[in-house]
């Protein structure tokens, strides 16, 4: 393929309801869309760089002026362009895996588009349905939590996931156990806000039966990880410190984990997301899929990647109503707890061109 044309949109997707972290709050999410124009069709990549740089260093302006200035240059060039060139094509600039990842999305819609395959049939999806879970922020009250995780439970997510920080993990994690019993599948996602000196908050949450707890210290601290996976019975997750799957297989190595959590944006794509995928299932360690707030593209792209065989945990492949009233594609619709995997070509979704015009702030495009 030959790539003619990008367009880059800025849009302004209002979130149902506040989603707090231990780095902050989202109120709306300011999302990055590309729309690939090749010689072979066209192909949609979703960026999951935030606004601000606080889950990682990427955040979206930055991304938008990596892709137009550094990466979309360097693609330009490639004559017989596929999705599996973009990473080597784009080696020569470092980092900004999310921005990187948005473009292989594109360019990898395009082709399969072009060829009529399923991005799950092509990434080797096992199941037409996956499981889904749920992330719950952190809430103004222990009332107010267990009202949100009271509806969650309602709706039929197979499991919950509570965001927790020093100050605001026994009691939460305590409750939810009080108010809907020790069998409901819950776990924690720390977002990096411990350190040796919190560590021990998390001992004792060792008691609650969790399935894991994610990303408790800094991405670059696996010993401290390793530490406390050693003392702990329930399961070390990673988030942040997994950017590839060489690093996913030296934190397992290093006893720093005994579950992945997979982002397809974190990692540089879904391609890369597919090594880390089989890396994690080489050392028998069960994956989940993790999730940035995506809109109905990236959530096509997700819930396709969650269909593969290692990815054994339910993930936050949530129905758009989660955290959209209105998503720019067709809504994602929990069923018994499941998300069917789309099975179109490509992603399988179409932004609505209406709904994406109401809520654009900025599109170009870019050419060689
Ligand atoms: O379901 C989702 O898409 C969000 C899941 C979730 O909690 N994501 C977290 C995270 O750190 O993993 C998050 C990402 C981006 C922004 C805020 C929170």
């Not at 596929?82 to 292989?104: C, D, I, N, Q, W």
């Not at 879970?133 to 009250?141: E, F, K, L, M």
């Not at 222990?142 to 949100?148: P, S, V």
């Not at 934190?251 to 890396?279: F, M, Q, S, T, W």
């Amino acid at each position: 393929m030959k790539l003619e044309a990008v367009e880059l949109r800025r849009i302004d997707i209002p979130l149902v309801r506040p989603f707090r972290t231990s780095f902050g709050e989202q109120i709306t999410r300011d999302v990055l869309l590309v729309q690939a124009s090749t010689d072979e069709g066209t192909g949609w990549g979703e960026c999951v760089a935030l606004a601000d740089p606080v889950y990682s260093s990427e955040y979206v302006a930055g991304a938008e002026a990596v892709i137009a200035d550094h990466l979309l240059p360097r693609l330009f060039t490639q004559q017989d362009l596929t999705a599996r060139s973009v990473g080597p094509a784009l080696r020569g600039v470092l980092g900004h895996r999310m921005a990187k990842a948005a473009l292989e999305m594109a360019v990898l819609d395009a082709e399969l588009r072009s060829y009529g395959i399923s991005l799950g049939r092509y990434l080797g999806a096992e199941r037409a349905r996956v499981e889904c879970g749920v992330s719950v922020g952190i809430a103004p009250t222990i009332d107010a939590l267990l009202d949100e995780v009271g509806g969650y439970v309602a709706q039929g997510y197979r499991r919950i996931k509570l965001k927790i920080q020093p100050g605001w993990d026994l009691e939460p994690v305590r409750a939810v156990r009080d108010a809907f019993g020790v069998d409901l599948p819950l776990q924690v996602d720390a977002n990096t806000a411990y350190d040796a000196a919190t560590a021990p908050r998390l001992h004792a949450l060792d008691e609650y039966g969790l399935l894991l707890i994610e990303q408790p210290f800094a991405e670059e601290d696996l010993h401290q990880h390793a530490l406390l996976a050693r003392r702990l019975v329930t399961p070390v997750c990673l988030d942040e410190s997994v950017v590839s799957a060489a690093v996913a297989a030296d934190a397992i190595n290093r006893g720093a984990c005994g579950v992945v959590n997979i982002k397809p944006g974190r990692v540089g794509g879904y391609l890369e997301a597919v090594r880390v995928h089989d890396v994690c299932a080489a050392l028998g360690v069960p994956v989940w899929c993790g999730g940035m707030l995506e809109t109905g593209i990236g959530r096509a792209a997700n819930v396709a990647l969650a269909a593969l065989p290692n990815f054994r945990l339910p993930g936050d492949t949530s129905a758009s109503d989660r955290y959209y009233a209105q998503d720019i594609t067709e809504p994602f619709v929990l069923v018994d707890g499941q998300l069917a995997v789309p099975t179109g070509p490509g992603i399988g979704v179409e932004p609505r061109l209406d709904v994406l015009e109401s809520m654009t702030t900025r599109v170009r495009t870019v050419r060689p």
